[in-house]
C-alpha cells in the first residue's frame, strides 16, 4: 500500500528529537549574546592578521608583481662608428676581458661640455671572474655610451650580468660588452685561451 506524501511528513512530525523534550533530553541553550559577540570579534581579528601577513609577503616579494629583469642594452649602443668590430679574432686584442654584475652607473656630470672625459658614464661592476687583465672584485670603468635619461631607467641597469671587455679604463661596446650567456662565455673562454695567463 502507498502512503500519500501527507501521511509520510505526519510520522516524520511524530518521531521523537533531543529537543522536543519527547526524548527525554532538553535543547541545548540558546547562545549568549557574549557568545556571538566574541565570534565576530574573533572573525574580524583574524581577518586582521590574514591581511597584515598579506601585505608583509606582498612587501618582502618586492611589491608582487613581476619584476622587470635588468637591463643594460645602452651600453651595448655606439657611439658614431666602432674602431673595431667584435670578432673571435678581434676580441683577444683588448686589453681585459671579465664577467661581472652592473652594482651602480654615475652618468657624466656634464655630457655637452667640451671635456671628452666629462661626457662619459662610469660603470661599476662586481666581477664575477676574470677571463684575462684582472683580479680585482670591482671594477669601475667609463664609456660613451649615454645612459637613460630617467633615473628609474638607469636603475633598471642595477643588476644586469654582462660579459665586458676594453681597454685601460674603457669598456668598448660594438659587440666587445654584451649580456652574459653561456654561448658568449664559451667565445671569451676561447679568447682566454689565446691571451695566455
Known amino acids: 500500500m502507498r502512503k500519500s506524501l501527507e501521511d509520510r511528513f505526519h510520522e516524520v512530525d511524530s518521531l521523537p ?10 535543547a541545548p541553550p540558546a547562545p549568549s549574546s557574549w557568545t556571538r559577540v566574541r565570534g565576530v570579534v574573533l572573525a574580524a581579528a583574524s581577518l586582521a592578521v590574514a591581511g597584515l601577513l598579506a601585505v608583509v609577503a606582498i612587501e618582502a616579494g618586492g611589491g608582487g608583481g613581476p619584476t622587470a629583469a635588468p637591463d643594460a642594452s645602452w651600453l651595448m649602443t655606439t657611439q658614431g662608428s666602432c674602431v673595431e668590430r667584435y670578432s673571435a679574432e678581434t676580441l683577444p686584442t683588448r686589453g681585459y676581458a671579465f664577467e661581472g654584475v652592473v652594482a651602480a652607473v654615475d652618468p657624466p656630470a ?33 664609456t660613451y655610451a649615454t645612459p637613460p635619461v630617467s ?22 661596446s660594438c659587440g666587445f660588452t654584451k649580456p652574459f650567456s653561456e654561448g658568449a662565455a664559451g667565445e671569451f673562454e676561447a679568447a682566454a685561451g689565446e691571451v695566455g695567463p
Do not use: Q, Y
Request: overall charge negative.
Open 17 to 26: 528529537t533531543p529537543w522536543d523534550g519527547s526524548a527525554g533530553l532538553e
Open 110 to 142: 656634464n655630457p655637452e661640455g667640451k671635456d671628452p672625459g666629462g661626457a662619459t658614464t662610469t660603470v661599476d661592476f662586481d666581477v664575477r671572474r676574470w677571463f684575462w687583465g684582472g683580479t680585482e672584485d670591482r671594477a669601475s670603468l667609463r
Open 151 to 172: 633615473t628609474e631607467a638607469l636603475d633598471t641597469s642595477i643588476g644586469a650580468h654582462l660579459l665586458v671587455s676594453g681597454d685601460e679604463d674603457f669598456l668598448w
